[in-house]
């Protein structure tokens, strides 16, 4: 079974931290992503640009909308994601809570559709 | 056919429904298909048991019948489906079932620890628990929540389409969580309990099948996992409050508090009950909420009448339970015990602290608390008041009543002195 980490937090934190933390968490990320190829649980993962970067496109009526930022402005914004595989939900919650945004923001566990069905 | 046979499938039909289906859950990993199955085999059984007679094993030859259901159904849509594995299908026809009765309490506390899984809404796995361990009918549940039966009907639905499309695993937990988990189990548990106890809203002022099978559960639960002082405080907890069930109202349904209940009417085979299991759950550990509400329960019990009531003891005890978690409404609680113990003054003081900090902003017990210490020191113009407020906010029609008959009482006590 296929699940999607999706990777929230506030990004003004990061804002807030120093060289040495942010590098702390880079380090974190690393380790997590080779602990999970490891096991066999991980099949792809990215991290994002800042929310600041994002477009979003609208096609209504044949005429294409343009606007800058997200579609809805959170609290917490997506940040990457890791695509996993795992047995049930319980195992997909264990390794999203190992994830080291667990911490710091939310990590949102979404099954994918199987294939053919 | 013979009605006799008919009666007895009745009563197997309450008994073994949660075993059979636990099991078939297990076994075929479909619950909703299981659902559908189950009762077809009971169906398959009513028609065939009183001709060909009752088999050796009525439970082996039900979780059988219910398993060829699913594998039909999941033939029959497999055609259409290409994810479903043909080889598992005959697999899982031919696996044999385990009848020992370790294999039964497994299953059964697989399918409770699914249906209180913490990736489901809390109020999804009350009503699935209601639906699937305790075999109420969507009809029911939602009758029992003042709850139109659609939009109880479409939560069933979603919640198992979820159990099904994140693949939750029916399982028991890891060993690490188990606590965690059965402390989800018992909020479950307990949240049925308090519903049937007092309605929320509506007309209805106690909800006898809620709490009856609030206390079902807890029993089972203490069956399958034996020796669980919290589980044991928990069913403790629902049979002293349940004792007093009824004395708590009168004959027009109107409330009567615990200071005026008549104490002949509380039901002694549940305080037999409810106190000595405290007791060994205390013994050996209890320390949950559930233990000190169970605590304050038993005092009350134990109290012949209500002027023996060991209030400073009480108050001591919503002390635990703040430090334990932080509520205004246990504080408001505690308020109410003080002022037994200490005096009105004391507890207005409490209360007055309690309104400035603005947590229960809303909330219909706060000035009826306060409208009930006021009465107590007769300032009847300032009770009345808080009586007034209280009606204000109030939902729930007993307590309107309720509420409405004290003001009534003050207003005229006012007028007479003045």
């Known amino acids: 079974m296929e699940y999607l980490l999706l990777i929230y937090n506030n990004e003004a934190d990061f804002d807030k931290m120093s060289q040495t933390e942010m590098g702390a968490m880079y380090q974190d990320f690393m380790a997590y992503t080779k602990d999970i190829q490891k096991s066999g649980h991980h099949r792809a993962g990215k991290q994002l640009q800042p929310v600041a970067t994002a477009t979003t496109v609208r096609l209504k009526d044949g005429k294409r909308t343009v606007t800058d930022g997200p579609f809805a402005e959170t609290r917490e914004q997506l940040g990457g994601f890791y695509w996993i595989e795992a047995k049930d939900l319980d195992e997909a919650l264990a390794i999203a809570e190992r994830c080291p945004s667990a911490r710091m923001g ?7 559709v199987p294939p053919h069905s | 056919m013979n009605l006799d046979s008919v009666f007895r499938l009745e009563s197997l039909y309450r008994e073994e429904r949660r075993r059979v289906l636990a099991t078939t859950v297990r076994l075929t990993g479909d619950f909703d298909l299981s ?11 009513l028609e065939q048991w009183p001709r060909d007679g009752t088999p050796a094993s009525p439970y082996a030859w039900l979780v059988s019948t219910a398993r060829h259901r699913v594998v039909d159904q ?50 999804a796995q009350v009503a699935l628990t209601l639906q699937t361990v305790c075999g109420l009918t969507a009809e029911q549940i939602a ?11 479409q939560r069933l639905v979603r919640v198992k389409r979820k159990i099904r499309d994140a693949r939750l695993p029916f399982a028991m937990p890891p060993r690490d969580r188990l606590a965690e988990r059965l402390d989800g189990v ?7 309990f308090t519903e049937g106890y007092a309605a929320t809203t509506g007309k209805v002022w106690i909800m006898r099948p809620l709490s009856d099978e609030a206390i079902r559960l807890g029993r089972l639960l203490c069956e399958l996992i034996p020796r669980n002082p919290e589980l044991r405080a928990l069913l403790a907890l629902m049979l002293l409050h349940d004792s007093r069930r009824q004395a708590r109202t009168g004959p027009d349904e109107e409330i009567v508090t615990l200071e005026d209940q008549d104490r002949a009417l509380w039901d002694r085979r549940e305080i037999a009950e409810g106190v000595p299991l405290l007791e060994t759950a205390l013994r050996d550990g209890a320390k949950s909420e559930y233990a000190l509400q169970a605590s304050i329960a038993a005092l009350h019990v134990r109290a012949g009448r209500a002027e023996d009531t060991d209030w400073g003891q009480i108050a001591r005890l919503y002390d635990a339970l703040l430090r334990k978690r932080p509520s205004p ?15 009105p003054s004391r507890g207005l003081a409490l209360i007055a602290e309690l309104e400035a900090k603005g ?3 809303g909330y219909h017990l706060l000035p009826a608390a306060k409208a009930d210490l006021l009465r107590r020191k007769g300032q009847w113009r300032e009770a009345a008041d808080a009586y007034r407020q209280a009606l204000q906010l109030v939902a729930n029609d007993p307590e309107r009543r309720y509420l409405a008959r004290r003001l009534e009482e003050v207003e005229q006590r006012g007028l007479r002195r003045s």
């Open chain 2, 186 to 192: 018992m909020l479950v548990v307990y949240l049925v």
């Open chain 2, 359 to 361: 947590d229960l902003a």
């Open chain 2, 35 to 45: 659902e559908e199955a189950v009762q077809d085999a009971f169906v398959a059984a």
């Open chain 2, 143 to 153: 009758r029992c929540f003042l709850t139109p039966v659609a939009t109880m009907a």
């Open chain 1, 106 to 112: 939310s990590v949102e566990v979404r099954p994918m």
């Open chain 2, 329 to 343: 409404v246990v504080e408001l609680n505690r308020a109410a015990a003080v002022a037994m113990a200490e005096g």
């Open chain 2, 74 to 123: 999941l033939r029959r849509r497999g055609r259409f489906e290409a994810h479903i594995e043909m080889e598992r299908l005959a697999e899982l026809e031919g696996a044999e079932i385990d009848l020992s009765e370790a294999a039964m309490v497994d299953d059964q506390l697989r399918l409770i620890f699914t249906c209180c899984h913490p990736a489901l809404a809390v109020d």
